[in-house]
């Protein structure tokens, strides 16, 4: 990652992510999430994982942090899908080192 400091909750998302593992990713969620994402919302642990899997696991998505303030990172995203690298921007509400809500819009 480049010399970008971030929380607890939101280095586990990134590491999570680009391990491709879906119980450790699934494990930085807080009982209630939700995450916003193409234009539709998840709410919950199945649909999170369903979540998780369709749009990181089975893409294979990597993300690279690139900046990060206010709980606001963007990242470069890249995998199996067309156009990439792509870059994002993660806003994330954090309660106990846990992500309780994540909206995701391409930057």
């Given at each position: 990652?480049?010399?970008?400091?971030?929380?607890?909750?939101?280095?586990?998302?990134?590491?999570?992510?680009?391990?491709?593992?879906?119980?450790?990713?699934?494990?930085?969620?807080?009982?209630?999430?939700?995450?916003?994402?193409?234009?539709?919302?998840?709410?919950?642990?199945?649909?999170?994982?369903?979540?998780?899997?369709?749009?990181?696991?089975?893409?294979?998505?990597v993300l690279t942090p690139t900046s990060f303030a206010d709980d606001r990172l963007v990242a470069s995203g890249d995998g199996d899908f067309p156009g990439g690298p792509l870059s994002f921007a993660f806003a994330f509400d954090i309660r106990d080192d846990q992500v309780t809500n994540l909206a995701i819009e391409p930057v």
């Amino acid at each position: 990652m480049n010399d970008i400091t971030l929380p607890k909750a939101i280095d586990n998302f990134i590491a999570a992510t680009n391990a491709h593992d879906l119980n450790t990713m699934a494990a930085v969620f807080g009982d209630g999430a939700t995450v916003s994402d193409d234009g539709k919302t998840w709410a919950g642990e199945a649909e999170i994982r369903e979540w998780i899997q369709g749009h990181l696991i089975d893409p294979k998505v990597v993300l690279t942090p690139t900046s990060f303030a206010d709980d606001r990172l963007v990242a470069s995203g890249d995998g199996d899908f067309p156009g990439g690298p792509l870059s994002f921007a993660f806003a994330f509400d954090i309660r106990d080192d846990q992500v309780t809500n994540l909206a995701i819009e391409p930057v």
